[in-house]
């Protein structure tokens, strides 16, 4: 199958010019489509995607009220802070790309909220509240609140109490109005002359609504922009800090554009240096072409199968860059060395080299295709690039570059004259086996896993430091647990969250509970509620009627003043919807705590993100209620577990296809084992280095391990085929040379700000440092191989 | 000839009582403004007031008029006393956003930040006592209905507002530098009247009585 090769190369060596045109056609293409590639920095690429507990947490937490929306802390010293938000909101209010801009609650509530709220108090007053009601009626409290409504009725604010006087005289009202506060303690904030201003009065805030969904880099870039025009407006002195995912967002894609253009260059100018100083033939450039040609062809076919690229995935273009080298390199060693032997024409040189490089770039392949049963969409992608990148390295090695390659004249260098010794027997191999095996599984234990997504995305300290002082000025408002109902009605949603809040408060839930539940019951809870309303002032209200005429004639009060009490107390209540809220001017509550999500609808419960309210929803609860728990550290906890699977699965499978590779090739477990010698060693070193640091494996380290699988399978493979091949071939050399281009590959990879790059690039260094140390000097002093 | 005197005298009555009509109303218009300055500018030389008031309320609710009387307090820049002596004894004292409030058997503190009923009343107290023309022509239409001594009317120009007050009525002293006489007309009918007695400008009032 091998000799394929060598007759391609003399079917192609006359068409030399046909191929040479073919390639700078193809190669200019594919850079055209690279450059116009729509290149996406979307997180959620880098989540699981099964029909899992992950995707349905992460798209919850996405409904969570500040998830979508900005927050703007307005501040200026000597100065009031609400002003200045007015004026920052007013220019926000001018760009196109905000939808909604909130300086305050709803300007509709009146003076005359309260006289509209009390009718609704027979549906909203529970079990609960209705034992209240006896304490309202009690003839102590009848005299008392009379008299502090006369008094009330004296002050200078009486014009705006008389109505609510008139209709509730006892303070039904008090009962109702909590209900109110339970939504509104999403954040840490008290109304001033309409404005959201922090307890200690030195800042306002502002909410803004955008359709542009967070993770649209694209769409970030325009909402920091007009954010940044519309800041321009504060005046003088004033300050604003915005908090929301968009902003992170457009960090991190700048983040990622930043790296890009300075790891891509240097990828290239390192490799260039190598090839020229130590290379030092002008040959050496068409190894060098081999790379760029790579990336251009694995960019295009990844996106014409995904339709876009993950910017991540992109950056690993320059990982990739060292990778395709090494077949590149073994060509090139081979054909430049094979003049030595007359009887050896490139052909026959191809002929030759083509079992190790065709079995390194299988167990590439392999070791790259186990990321392709990853449940994270974005290792899939890379899994796809990298098949791409390293199939077309391999085509192009044995089939293009051999024709821009030609022989040395002169003798061969002192390296290639081959030195033997006794090789090492089975058993210090199997020793050093045990012992690599043993010191991987300790680490691997001992080594923790971070499913913190936080952590995989780049916050400058500048963003992380205004979330802080966001924070502490407004409470934890984006970190609180969510509790998700779902139904295809909206009443029937309201049941279910009636439900949890029952639930809630029957097991003593960590408070603050945040919920929909006291301001707007279901249909059937209202209507039990106001069964009892009406109970009780059937049994009740008599007496209070009597009570309050004896009162208000001793108090001095007219015999009609409270005639709007009594006719409400007589009255058939009625159930009420949610646009009774919506006349109140509390429709914000609602939209906040109840939405739409396709056809059904969601209702939602807030609460502190704690241990005890996490054990309090378990499984069985959350079964019971019909509830979906989802809280930030949950997710992570899930992500983490997740990920560990699927590390397990991958590197798993991986290891298998390699092995089994190996073992088919060499039919021989001592050779089989000294080629799998350089994985061992990389993998463990990895590993090794992350303990001795106390650092976590996070997503990204996780991605780079099959790939320190795939090089050390090659290096160990081509170390091990080295004394079946002619000695020309300088197969060290090009080990040597490979792992420095991928090191140098990877060593720019470690510069990045982006954490996932930064990750990605110490991972390859360590693993693929030690992979290529242990094939260059251990595997062959076992084999008893000196050159 | 008297039928063409008779056209002329009605020509001459029409027209003469058109432009002075017309000339009474520019005049009018150039008048509030000036008063309303005249008011401001006097305003600014007022660093504290100190005033008797009598109140009468004239309420639906009650079966007779009530007739309260107390005493009002007023130091630049936001310091205010508003209290009852009888029939009952309550008031409030504000310094800057922090306040406390007291009754025959209590007294409580408060912040104006929490409480937005007692925020719209130190609003409109402030706003009268150092005649907060920018804010008082946002909340309300003011016009003239007397010139001496001067009678403003004030409708309220938001629904909030109009949905429970009428109009306001105040007079200032002839001196114009004090209010003599509130009134506040509810959309009911109802009335309350502030009368303010041996008013006292720019004497020194003791920090312990805002307090």
Redesign the interface.
């Known amino acids: 199958m091998f000799h394929l090769f060598g007759r391609a190369y003399a079917f192609l060596a006359p068409r030399r010019g046909f191929l040479l045109v073919f390639c700078v056609l193809a190669c200019f293409a594919c850079s055209l489509f690279v450059s116009r590639l729509v290149v996406r920095e979307d997180i959620s690429t880098m989540l699981p995607d099964d029909s899992g507990r992950i995707a349905s947490d992460f798209a919850l937490l996405r409904l969570a009220p500040f998830a979508q929306r900005l927050t703007i802390t307005v501040s200026h010293p000597g100065a009031n802070p609400a002003q200045a938000a007015e004026t920052l909101a007013t220019a926000l209010r001018r760009e196109p790309v905000f939808t909604r801009v909130l300086t305050g609650p709803p300007s509709n509530i009146?003076?005359?909220f309260l006289t509209k709220l009390l009718p609704l108090a027979p549906a909203l007053l529970n079990e609960q509240d209705a034992k209240t009601l006896y304490a309202l009626t009690d003839s102590e409290h009848v005299q008392s609140a009379l008299e502090q409504n006369r008094?009330d009725?004296?002050?200078?604010?009486?014009?705006?109490?008389?109505?609510v006087?008139?209709q509730d005289p006892l303070g039904i009202r008090n009962i109702v109005l909590p209900k109110l506060a339970a939504p509104s303690r999403l954040a840490d904030v008290?109304?001033?002359?309409g404005h959201f201003?922090s307890r200690d009065?030195k800042h306002a805030l502002i909410l803004v609504d955008t359709d542009i969904p967070m993770t649209d880099s694209l769409g970030a870039a325009k909402v920091m922009s007009s954010y940044e025009k519309a800041v321009a407006a504060l005046p003088q002195g004033a300050q604003a800090m915005l908090v929301g995912g968009h902003r992170h967002t457009h960090a991190n894609a700048q983040a990622i554009k930043d790296d890009l253009t300075i790891i891509l260059p240097s990828a290239f100018i390192l490799l260039a240096l190598i090839f020229l100083l130590f290379m030092r033939n002008r040959q050496s450039l068409y190894v060098f072409l081999v790379p760029v040609c790579v990336v251009g062809v694995a960019g295009t076919a990844t996106a014409l199968v995904y339709g876009s690229i993950s910017g991540i995935v992109l950056g690993f273009g320059a990982v990739l860059l060292g990778i395709s080298v090494d077949y590149a390199l073994h060509v090139y060693f081979a054909l430049q060395n094979s003049s030595a032997d007359e009887n050896l024409t490139p052909a026959h040189t191809l002929t030759q080299i083509s079992p190790a490089i065709t079995f390194g770039a299988l167990t590439s392949c392999t070791a790259l295709a186990a990321l392709l049963v990853s449940d994270i969409p974005g290792i899939r992608q890379l899994a796809v690039f990298s098949l791409f990148g390293i199939i077309t390295s391999f085509f192009m090695s044995l089939l293009i570059l051999p024709h821009f390659i030609t022989a040395k004249t002169g003798s061969l260098t002192s390296t290639t004259h081959r030195r033997t010794r006794k090789s090492f027997g089975v058993a210090p191999l199997i020793t050093l086996w045990i012992a690599v095996l043993s010191a991987g599984i300790w680490f691997g234990q001992h080594t923790r896993i971070n499913g913190d997504l936080r952590e995989m995305s780049f916050t400058p300290t500048e963003i992380q430091a205004e979330e802080d002082a966001t924070r502490t000025i407004w409470g934890s408002m984006r970190d609180l647990a969510l509790i998700f109902v779902r139904d295809r009605t909206f009443d029937g949603a309201l049941e279910k969250n009636d439900r949890v809040w029952s639930f809630l408060q029957a097991h003593n839930a960590t408070s603050p509970i945040i919920s929909l539940a006291p301001l707007l019951p279901a249909m059937q809870t209202q209507r039990q509620n106001i069964s009892r309303w009406k109970t009780f002032w059937q049994d009740n209200g008599q007496s209070t009627r009597t009570l309050l005429e004896t009162e208000q004639k001793a108090l001095?009060?007219?015999?009609?003043?409270f005639s709007p009490f009594v006719e409400f107390i007589s009255a058939s209540p009625e159930t009420f919807s949610s646009e009774s809220l919506h006349e109140l001017g509390i429709q914000e509550f609602v939209d906040v705590l109840a939405m739409r999500d396709g056809d059904d609808f969601l209702a939602l419960t807030l609460l502190p993100d704690t241990t005890q309210n996490a054990a309090l929803l378990s499984d069985y609860a959350e079964r019971e209620l019909g509830a979906q728990f989802v809280s930030g550290s949950r997710f992570r906890e899930l992500l983490g577990d997740a990920m560990r699977i699927d590390v397990l699965r991958f590197s798993g499978s991986a290891l298998a296809g390699v092995v089994l590779l190996n073992a088919i090739l060499f039919r021989n477990p001592r050779k089989t084992l000294l080629a799998l010698l350089p994985i061992g060693m990389g993998v463990t070193t990895v590993l090794a280095v992350m303990y001795s640091f106390g650092q976590a494996l996070n997503l990204f380290h996780i991605v780079s391990l099959p790939l320190i699988i795939g090089l050390g399978a090659d290096y160990g493979i081509f170390m091990v085929c080295r004394p079946e091949q002619s000695a020309q071939h300088q197969t060290a050399r090009a080990v040597l040379f490979s792992g420095l281009t991928t090191l140098c590959g990877f060593g720019v990879l470690v510069l990045a700000r982006h954490p996932a790059l930064h990750s990605i690039g110490i991972t390859v260094l360590t693993g693929v440092g030690a992979a290529m140390i242990t094939a260059l000097w251990v595997v062959p002093a076992l084999n008893g191989d000196r050159r | 000839m008297g039928r063409c005197r008779t056209l002329a005298l009605h020509f001459i009555l029409t027209v003469g009582l058109g432009i002075i009509f017309c000339g009474h109303a520019l005049a009018e218009l150039r008048d509030i403004d000036a008063v309303l300055q005249k008011l401001r500018a006097q305003a600014t030389a007022v660093e504290s007031i100190s005033s008797e008031f009598s109140?009468e309320?004239r309420?639906?609710?009650?079966?007779?008029t009530?007739i309260?009387k107390g005493r009002f307090l007023f130091r630049k820049p936001d310091n205010l006393r508003?209290e009852?002596l009888s029939p009952?004894t309550?008031g409030f004292a504000l310094q800057g956003?922090q306040g406390v409030r007291w009754?025959e058997t209590t007294r409580t503190s408060f912040s104006l930040?929490?409480d937005?009923?007692?925020?719209?009343?130190a609003r409109?107290?402030l706003a009268w006592a150092t005649f907060d023309l920018a804010w008082l022509s946002a909340e309300y239409d003011i016009t003239l209905e007397a010139d001496s001594p001067v009678l403003l009317k004030l409708v309220p120009k938001g629904?909030?507002?109009a949905?429970?007050?009428k109009h306001l009525l105040i007079e200032f002293s002839s001196s114009a530098n004090t209010v003599q006489r509130v009134e506040?007309h509810?959309q009911?009918g109802?009335l309350?009247r502030i009368l303010f007695k041996n008013p006292q400008v720019n004497t020194p009032l003791d920090d312990g009585m805002f307090r």
């Open positions: 009146s003076l005359a008094r009725l004296l002050s200078p604010g009486a014009v705006a109490l008389k109505n006087i008139r008290r109304i001033e002359n201003v009065g001095g009060f007219s015999h009609s003043a | 109140q309320n309420l639906s609710v009650f079966e007779e009530i309260s508003w009852y009952i309550e956003n009754t930040r929490n937005p009923l007692m925020n719209v009343v409109q107290l629904s909030d507002t949905h429970v007050l506040l509810d009911s109802d309350t």
